[in-house]
């Protein structure tokens, strides 16, 4: 995240002396301006991609430290309190009673629990997904215990 902002920054201040040194080629007539165009483009992109990162590491650290797992008798609840409702449910986020969970398994970085919304509507699913929390183990063995329907993917 530092590297990210670090690297915009001093795209951001290469920006001006790159122009200037543009237009002072242009100003000569003579002098190839190609190569200051390639370095005013790479700027740029290093610029948009130093954004994105920055984005991307802002975004992992808000679901890590905002997800909150919450498990009753009823049910499993994940909440994600630090973003929009929309956006948090897009992310993770939802409820799933004990009774409709079907599956849990490891994606890519993170643990997703499916659930059939409606037993009679087997396309209907609910997923809630998480990337890390306390005492994982003991939430995967809770999970097991308490979803009479569960299936395991490997």
């Known amino acids: 995240?530092?590297?990210?902002?670090?690297?915009?920054s001093l795209a951001i201040q290469s920006l001006p002396k790159i122009w200037y040194q543009?237009?002072?080629?242009q100003s000569q007539g003579d002098e190839p301006t190609a190569l200051i165009w390639l370095s005013l483009a790479l700027a740029c992109a290093a610029l948009l991609i130093a954004g994105a990162a920055l984005l991307?590491?802002?975004?992992?650290?808000?679901?890590?430290?905002?997800?909150?797992?919450?498990?009753?008798?009823i049910g499993i609840t994940v909440l994600c309190t630090l973003l929009p409702g929309p956006m948090g449910r897009r992310l993770g986020a939802g409820y799933i009673?004990?009774?409709?969970?079907?599956?849990?398994?490891?994606?890519?970085?993170?643990?997703?629990v499916q659930g059939n919304v409606a037993p009679d509507k087997p396309k209907s699913k609910e997923t809630v997904r998480?990337?890390?929390?306390?005492?994982?183990?003991?939430?995967?063995?809770?999970?097991?215990?308490?979803?009479?329907?569960l299936k395991l993917n490997s």
């Open 56 to 73: 991307l590491a802002i975004l992992t650290l808000v679901i890590i430290e905002g997800t909150q797992v919450l498990v009753d008798e």
């Open 130 to 149: 998480f990337l890390l929390v306390d005492e994982l183990d003991r939430l995967i063995f809770l999970i097991i215990e308490r979803s009479p329907n």
């Open 97 to 112: 009673p004990w009774k409709n969970v079907a599956v849990i398994e490891r994606r890519k970085m993170c643990f997703v």
């Open 1 to 8: 995240m530092l590297a990210a902002g670090r690297g915009a």
């Open 22 to 25: 543009l237009k002072l080629a």
